[in-house]
Each structure stands twice: as structure tokens, then as C-alpha cells.
């Protein structure tokens, strides 16, 4: 593989790692994850969320961080490279309709989407949709466009049925940002927030404007926090209980891009903090991996190899597919 598919490969692998490290944690608190995992999340591991999902996957298993990663590949190559939104519409309800797993997975608001589309309705609700789903997706985004212009555009096609609340649409703009840069080397975790504020101020008027929390003063908050708490412990608390590890993108980019800062974007460390961190943590999880993915780390040969036994799923397959149309 050239140097860029390599770090396609290990953005695409990052999207994967981080989301199946995160699944058996989802919407737990850090106390309940403490009981049960008083070592905190070492290793892949089945559901043990019995509380708030009824889902019984097994180690490895991954969720529709990964699933809708792909489907918007899959559309994105559907429409010969160029982003449309109804082409990833389509995608999508076939696999709501078709994947026995969709129910368990989805979110609200593309949920939502799904519905008024399979009726041919506006989906009046995207409007004022602030959740994760607009980010968790938006990885390949970054490895196939670059420019500030470019990215945003094809941020608000891609996402416009689900979610198209400035702030959702600004913080899916800045996780592509990122990843655009940092496959094609320009810049290094040193750069992030230099590149985060300049995408962040450059998409801030597209949308609906919905009130919401500053992603930069909540990411110079964490940066106060990486000053102040050096126990892991300590760095944990803080983040959940300050910045916050919810459903909410204005929670998510801020804690997921601290989170990467603590662990010098080492993804292994990043994904096990993310899935001990409590709340939306495969989403967290797997943007935060995606992102140290695209810096150049990865996780192992075996991981990856289970991680693709365990889901039928080849990212080989989806590097070749963003390839061909570089």
C-alpha cells in the first residue's frame, strides 16, 4: 500500500477498533463500568450492558459507527465519487429495512431521517438534530476531499436528511478536516487545534442556527483539564463531568479530541479510555480512534483480523473502493 492507504487503512481500522472497544460500555456511567471493570476496559469485550440495551453482541462486535461508515462509502462510490445525500438516503433505509441489527443500533435522529424519507416527507426534525450521528459517519469524507470549501460541501450534502443544526453539521465539518490533514500529512497532533478552531470558525454560519455550547471554548477546556489532571483517574472524572461524554456533538468532538491529547494518540490507550470514559462511548470511541488512525496508529494485525472475522467485514476491501476514486 502507498503511504496514503496506509493511513486510510488505519483511519478505516481506527472507525472499527474504537467502536467495538466502546460497544459494551455504551450508556453506562463510569461507577457501573467500575463495578463490573474495576481494571477498567483492557481488551475487546461481549455486552455486558444490561441496564439500558438489550443487545447481546460478542467481543469484537462492531455498531453503526462502523455500519453507516461504510454504507456512506458504498453511496459515495454509488454516485461515481461525488457526495449525494439521497444516494446515502437509500443506502441507508435498505440497510434499516434489511440488517436485523438496525433496531438495536440506530439513533434518534437518523432514525427520524429514515422514516420521512421511505414516505417522501421533509425530515422537519434535522433542522434541530445535534447528535452524534452527523460526525460518527463522516471519516470517509475526510479521506476522499481536502479544502476547507470541499469538505464543508460535501458535509452538508452527505448529512442533510439527518441532521442539519450548525453546530452538528460544524462539528462533522472539523472531524473531516481532521482526518483530510492528517492522511495526507499536513500537520500532526501538535496542529489539531490549530486546525480545529480555523474549520470550526470557517463552517460556523451553515445550518440551522440551533443554541447550543462552543465546541472551541469546551476544547480549551479540556486543554485546561491535560494541565491540571495527570492521574488517568483524575483526567477521567473531569472529562465526563465537565466537557461530558453524551449523545450531544457538542460533548462528543470536545471530549473525544482531549482524549486523543492524553493518550499522545496511541489508539489503544485511546480506545480503553474512551470506553471507560461511560455515556455515548462507542461513538466517542470511534471518532477519537478514526482521528489517531489517520495520524498513522493502528491497531494490531490480530486485532484487526478479529475485528473482521467477527463482523464479516473486509477494510481492504473499503480502502481500494476510496482509491479508486483519488
Known amino acids: 500500500m502507498s503511504g496514503m492507504e496506509r493511513r486510510i487503512y488505519s483511519t478505516l481500522a481506527g472507525v472499527m477498533y474504537g467502536d467495538a472497544y466502546g460497544m459494551p460500555t455504551e450508556g453506562m456511567s463510569p461507577g457501573q463500568i467500575q463495578t463490573i471493570c474495576p481494571d477498567g476496559i483492557q481488551r475487546f469485550l461481549p455486552s455486558i450492558n444490561d441496564k439500558i440495551s438489550t443487545r447481546r453482541y460478542e467481543a469484537g462486535s462492531v455498531t453503526d459507527d462502523t455500519l453507516h461508515t461504510l454504507l456512506l462509502i458504498d453511496a459515495i462510490c454509488a454516485s461515481g465519487g461525488k457526495?449525494?445525500?439521497?444516494?446515502y438516503m437509500q443506502y441507508l433505509s435498505r440497510w434499516y429495512q434489511e440488517d436485523p441489527r438496525?433496531?438495536?443500533?440506530?439513533?434518534?435522529?437518523?432514525l427520524s431521517a429514515i422514516r420521512a424519507f421511505e414516505k417522501g416527507k421533509k425530515n422537519v426534525s434535522a433542522d434541530y438534530a445535534v447528535t452524534n450521528g452527523c460526525m460518527m459517519k463522516i471519516a470517509p469524507v475526510g479521506l476522499l476531499y481536502?479544502?476547507?470549501?470541499?469538505?464543508?460541501?460535501?458535509?452538508?450534502?452527505?448529512?442533510?436528511?439527518?441532521h442539519n443544526a450548525n453546530v452538528a453539521l460544524s462539528s462533522a465539518a472539523v472531524v473531516a478536516y481532521l482526518i483530510s490533514s492528517f492522511t495526507r500529512e499536513r500537520g500532526g497532533l501538535k496542529d489539531m487545534d490549530n486546525l480545529i478552531f480555523e474549520m470550526e470558525e470557517y463552517s460556523r454560519g451553515t445550518g440551522f442556527d440551533m443554541p447550543s455550547a462552543s465546541i472551541v471554548r469546551r476544547?480549551?477546556?479540556?486543554?485546561e483539564i491535560l494541565k491540571q489532571k495527570e492521574e488517568p483517574a483524575d483526567f477521567m472524572r473531569e472529562v465526563y463531568e465537565l466537557i461530558g461524554t453524551g449523545i450531544y456533538c457538542t460533548e462528543t468532538l470536545p471530549a473525544a479530541v482531549t482524549i486523543i491529547k492524553y493518550c499522545q494518540a496511541d489508539i489503544r490507550k485511546t480506545a480503553q479510555m474512551c470506553a471507560g470514559m461511560g455515556g455515548d462511548t462507542d461513538t466517542i470511541a470511534s471518532i477519537a480512534c478514526a482521528i489517531c488512525?489517520?495520524?498513522g496508529s493502528c491497531p494490531s494485525d490480530e486485532e484487526i483480523l478479529f475485528m473482521e472475522n467477527q463482523n464479516a467485514l473486509s477494510i481492504r476491501e473499503y480502502v481500494q473502493k476510496i482509491a479508486a476514486l483519488l
Not at 460541501?153 to 436528511?161: G, I, Q
Request: with cysteine; aromatic share 2%.
Open 219 to 223: 476544547v480549551e477546556l479540556g486543554n
Open 293 to 295: 488512525g489517520a495520524l
Open 146 to 162: 481536502e479544502g476547507k470549501q470541499t469538505i464543508l460541501n460535501a458535509v452538508t450534502e452527505l448529512c442533510r436528511y439527518t
Open 83 to 87: 457526495p449525494d445525500g439521497e444516494q
Open 102 to 110: 438496525a433496531d438495536e443500533v440506530i439513533g434518534p435522529s437518523t
